[in-house]
């Protein structure tokens, strides 16, 4: 098992590639906080971690709360005492061309997936220094790295994600925590509900490897950044998109 006993906080747990992580993560030996807004997609994801053979706890947050993330690392530290990785994973979309986008729906995905992502850091990181080590996993996107039409707000939050992950890489190296971002591709999860089936069909079209990705594809990606094997990679951004972008 890779991730024996160590301890996983995974925001945005109660479904999609977060849910995948947690129960990834349960099946590599770790204990998982699954942090989600939703009690009843949190209690899912906790009886699936357990299913899985592994200590599981759930709890109430919103990243744009520090002070419930803050309870929600006190939780954890009065339960197993350390804190040894967090999947900054909680995100959302508001779509809209520039000329139709507003600014609460700039500021809304702004606040979750970019505040949100320092919000959850800052609650991690004094523990993980005491510690002396820490893994700080981030999901951004391929629109992190491009753009994408439509997405002013998340293109922004997410190559932000990026360049906070890029920091905290070289400030907190040498105390022995890793930050890394994944860059997912078009992964099946509810976030792409919103999209028509005939854009999806054109968008499978455009991937070299002809289909959407799972969840449980980037779920694999975190759990072999989270685990010793990655011992050196610090600061990387990898994509996991099925060759989307080749
Ligand atoms: P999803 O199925 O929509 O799940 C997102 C989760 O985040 C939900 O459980 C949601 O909770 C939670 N969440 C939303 N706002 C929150 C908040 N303020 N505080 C705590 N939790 C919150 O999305 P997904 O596809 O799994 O995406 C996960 C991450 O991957 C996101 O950061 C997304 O941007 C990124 N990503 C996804 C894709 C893709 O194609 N799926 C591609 C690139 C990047 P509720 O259910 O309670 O609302």
Known sequence: MRLKDKVAIITGAGRGIGQATAVKFAREGARVVVCDLTPEWIDQTVTLCKEAGAEAIGCVADVRDLKSLQAMVKTTLDQWGRVDCLVNNAGIVMDAQLKNMSEEQFDRVLDINLKG?????????????????GVILNASSIVGLYGNFGQTNYAASKFGVIGMMKTWARELGR???????ICPGFIATDILKSMPDRVLRALEEKVPMGRLGQPEEIANTFAFLASDEASYINGAVIEV???LTI
């Open 117 to 133: 992502v320092f919000n959850c850091t800052k609650a991690v990181v004094d523990r993980m220094l005491e510690q002396q080590s």
């Open 175 to 181: 105390k022995g925590i890793r930050a890394n971002a």
């Open 241 to 243: 998109s099925g060759g």
